[in-house]
């Protein structure tokens, strides 16, 4: 498991998922951790993070979670373990502190740990603002598929992922500003997706599996 005193801070992590002997949409993550050690006064070569990820690749053709870990300098470390979704049936909502962001995909995820403690592996948490506006849970974007079937999303996510980005680039998905728990209650399900899980394999809630 990986322990944040490990490396200096700050610590970034990108996770990729790996299937078929491939990267799958490594341009787009590619781009968002040479961005991320820019906005943070380092610089990081897109050439290099793509060769130490193809060195430290798994040989395996199944289904991997790859974790880069890296500075705005340097790739630290890569890990990589066979994919095993998690089977959600219910999430919680929970307020953020007001002064919370996560803008950047840190290493460092002790505030989502400590939110999650005491939960069953069943369960995961919906993040909701002072404001009363939707987020994302711990480790996902959501989607909202309204009455009429269009999907809409949350447009100030705590961090939006590779996945997201790739799915409001193609007009799959709509951005929509306030979502609330309102929102859930009329929405027909509820989508969990991440970069391991793009739409077609999202995790799929109804609004009576959330816990207000």
Do not use: W
């Amino acid at each position: 498991m990986y322990t944040e005193n490990l490396y200096p801070p700050i610590t970034f992590i990108d996770t990729l998922r790996y299937e078929g002997g491939a990267f799958v949409d490594l341009p787009r993550h590619l781009e968002r951790i040479c961005a991320t050690a820019l906005a943070h006064g380092g610089h990081i070569g897109i050439d290099l993070v793509e060769q130490v990820l193809y060195s430290s690749a798994p040989t395996s053709l199944e289904l991997f979670r790859v974790t880069l870990y890296y500075n705005k300098e340097e790739v630290l470390e890569v890990r990589s373990i066979p994919y095993h979704r998690r089977q959600i049936q219910r999430l919680r909502l929970h307020k953020l502190p007001e002064d919370f962001s996560y803008r950047y995909k840190y290493a460092d995820r002790s505030f989502f740990l400590s939110v999650r403690e005491g939960l069953s592996s069943e369960e995961e948490v919906l993040f909701v603002r002072s404001d009363g506006s939707l987020t994302d849970t711990t480790y996902t974007n959501i989607l909202l598929e309204l009455p009429n079937g269009n999907l809409i999303t949350p447009s100030q996510p705590l961090l939006k992922g590779t996945q997201l980005s790739r799915l409001l680039e193609q007009g799959k998905v709509q951005e929509q500003a306030g979502l609330t728990c309102e929102d859930l209650r009329r929405s027909r399900r509820i989508y969990l997706i991440n970069a391991m899980m793009p739409l077609e394999e999202a995790i799929i809630l109804s609004p009576n599996q959330i816990i207000y």
